[in-house]
T-cell receptor, first 113, second 116 residues
Framework: QKEVEQDPGPLSVPEGAIVSLNCTYSNSAFQYFMWYRQYSRKGPELLMYTYSSGNKEDGRFTAQVDKSSKYISLFIRDSQPSDSATYLCAMSAWSSNTGKLIFGQGTTLQVKP | EPEVTQTPSHQVTQMGQEVILRCVPISNHLYFYWYRQILGQKVEFLVSFYNNEISEKSEIFDDQFSVERPDGSNFTLKIRSTKLEDSAMYFC??????????????FGPGTRLTVL
């Protein structure tokens, strides 16, 4: 079983739609859950992070973590064409000497005007 | 705003040649990473570096790879004898690592390595 699984899509939605992106994971040691956005041939850029279970909201973005189900989600409200990118979930069992990130495959999102 | 920079943006090399990829992390950061992304695949951890030594490395990071912080600003990844399968985008990242809470990793724009 892969450590982090994410449907690569592509996902195409009309402007204004609510987008739901998801990842599942197998490693119970993960404590930090991140969503990165990546534009073509660019480095990942952090959107949001969540520690342990719960919800976190930042503007049009909401991140949810359900550790009991090993399932995380990112919701985008009122999606815009500028949201078109690849969204990567990433996880970390942060310790004092590593902090390495384990990424999902990434979901490519296209928001059509 | 401080950012991680990487040079070159694109490197083309012949199989068997040595390459050095360069990164300048954010100046007050203490932890440094290399990741790679083969086209169409996920971003994969290669190595983490702290206090002038490797703190963790993945299975990918074999004897052909090495990292160095030759001075106070640069962080390099060397591949001694490149293989076709080393063709990928290589990302450098850095973080402060000074808090017990989450420390955001900042990624550079990447170096695209093409091995012919």
């Amino acid at each position: 079983q892969k450590e982090v699984e994410q449907d690569p899509g592509p996902l195409s939605v009309p402007e204004g739609a609510i987008v739901s992106l998801n990842c599942t994971y197998s490693n119970s040691a993960f404590q930090y859950f991140m969503w990165y956005r990546q534009y073509s041939r660019k480095g990942p850029e952090l959107l949001m992070y969540t520690y342990s279970s719960g919800n976190k909201e930042d503007g049009r973005f909401t991140a949810q973590v359900d550790k009991s189900s090993k399932y995380i989600s990112l919701f985008i409200r009122d999606s815009q064409p500028s949201d078109s990118a690849t969204y990567l979930c990433a996880m970390s069992a942060w310790s004092s000497n590593t902090g390495k990130l384990i990424f999902g495959q990434g979901t490519t999102l296209q928001v059509k005007p | 705003e401080p950012e991680v920079t990487q040079t070159p943006s694109h490197q083309v090399t012949q199989m068997g040649q040595e390459v050095i990829l360069r990164c300048v992390p954010i100046s007050n950061h203490l932890y440094f990473y290399w990741y790679r992304q083969i086209l169409g695949q996920k971003v994969e951890f290669l190595v983490s570096f702290y206090n002038n030594e490797i703190s963790e490395k993945s299975e990918i990071f074999d004897d052909q790879f090495s990292v160095e912080r030759p001075d106070g600003s640069n962080f390099t990844l060397k591949i001694r004898s490149t293989k076709l399968e080393d063709s990928a985008m290589y990302f450098c990242a850095s973080t402060t690592g000074t808090s017990s809470a989450y420390n955001e990793q900042f990624f550079g724009p990447g170096t695209r390595l093409t091995v012919l």
